[in-house]
């Protein structure tokens, strides 16, 4: 069965720190793989997806990145960190059903950043 | 205009009751559908992808209304447990991208 990881699960950061966030996957080769940001009391938002190794796009303009060094593994970085990057960190990936040709989509734990 | 729009809610039932969430999409070609429960401080999951013909699991129905482009979901006899937050979710035309609805949130009281 598929297993997705991020760690770490929370992170206490001071402002202009670097950061790094990892997601792995188990049980999948070239899954799609996703990172969703979801601030306070707010809803999910797209930061990053990758169709395959080397393969970002980017939705969200902003002071972070993402990398796909493997093909089973995501990484969300930072140079600098903002205040208003606090929240919570998700990656996910996508399954495919069967031959229907349809999609699900699973969540890793998450990650709780505070950027103090 | 978002892509996926639901009542944030809260509902607030009493154990027992039956609730209806909806939620509207804006894209009509759009194929796949799903909900979602997040529970507080934790990651989304999915409760039940919509078919075009709706579909049951136990307490809950999910509709889906093509024509005007909204998806439902319906629980019957509500329990303390399913109070959570409840997204809606609806796949891009090439199914690499997923859109979230803000999230409706049912609290069911004793």
């Known amino acids: 069965s598929q297993t997705i990881h991020q760690w770490p699960a929370t992170l206490v950061q001071p402002v202009g720190s670097p950061l790094s966030l990892e997601c792995t996957v188990e049980g999948t080769s070239n899954p799609n793989l996703y990172w969703y940001r979801q601030a306070a009391g707010r809803g999910l938002q797209l930061l990053f997806y990758s169709v395959g190794i080397g393969q970002i796009s980017s939705e969200v303009p902003q002071n972070l990145s993402a990398s796909r060094p493997q093909d089973r593994q995501f990484i969300l970085s930072s140079k600098k960190l903002l205040l208003s990057d606090s929240g919570f960190y998700l990656c996910?990936?996508?399954?495919?059903?069967?031959?229907?040709?349809?999609?699900?989509?699973?969540f890793g734990p998450g990650t709780r950043l505070t950027v103090t | 205009r978002k892509e996926v729009e639901q009542d944030p809610g809260p509902f607030n039932v009493p154990e027992g009751a039956t609730v209806a969430f909806n939620c509207t999409y804006s894209?009509?070609?759009?194929?796949?559908f799903f909900w979602y429960r997040q529970d507080c401080r934790k990651e989304p999951k999915l409760l039940m992808s919509v078919y075009s013909s709706g579909n049951e699991d136990g307490r809950f129905t999910a509709q889906l209304n093509r024509a005007s482009q909204y998806i439902s979901l319906l629980i019957r006899d509500s329990k303390l447990s399913d109070s959570a937050t409840y997204l809606c979710?609806?796949?891009?035309?090439?199914?690499?991208?997923?859109?979230f609805g803000s999230g409706t949130k049912l609290n069911v009281k004793p």
């Open positions: 996910a990936w996508r399954f495919r059903l069967g031959t229907s040709g349809s999609y699900e989509q699973y």
């Open positions: 979710v609806v796949n891009s035309l090439n199914f690499n991208k997923f859109y």
């Open positions: 894209n009509s070609a759009s194929q796949s």
